[in-house]
């Protein structure tokens, strides 16, 4: 068995629950054929680069599979097919990365980014 990572975008009109179904659906068939599913992410709405089929968002979800290759393209068939996924990506890796994907963590060091400037903003104009 390898190690893929795998990323989905669904389209913008559907739900989060929807999203969550549509994960759970392809998380069932690697883990039927004899794969498991190490780490799924869910990213957001975010906006993509250009329109995709006249969609200017989409719900991002990343997977991370320990599975063998039979099940990795049974689940790429699955989006093919599926209606509500715009595009998806699987990459075969050598290692899993261990914490939050760097997405994750590029979301929670731009929060915390904001907090500190408004801070010095705040002090800067005290001081003066």
Not at 67 to 88: G, H, I, K, S
Request: hydrophobic share 35%; proline share 2%; with cysteine.
């Amino acid at each position: 068995m390898g190690y893929y990572e795998s990323v989905f975008i669904a389209r913008q009109d559907v739900s989060s629950a929807q999203v969550e179904h549509l994960t759970n659906q392809f998380a069932d068939v690697v883990t039927a054929l004899g794969g498991k599913v190490n780490k799924r992410e869910y990213w957001g709405l975010r906006t993509l680069a250009y329109k995709v089929n006249k969609n200017r968002k989409g719900h991002y979800v990343l997977f991370n599979l320990d599975a063998p290759f039979e099940a990795v393209t049974e689940m790429e068939r699955l989006m093919r097919l599926n209606e509500d996924v715009l595009r998806y990506i699987t990459i075969k890796i050598k290692r899993f990365e261990e914490g939050p994907s760097i997405m994750m963590c590029i979301k929670s060091n731009r929060d915390r980014g904001r907090g500190e400037r408004r801070e010095r903003e705040y002090f800067s104009k005290r001081d003066t």
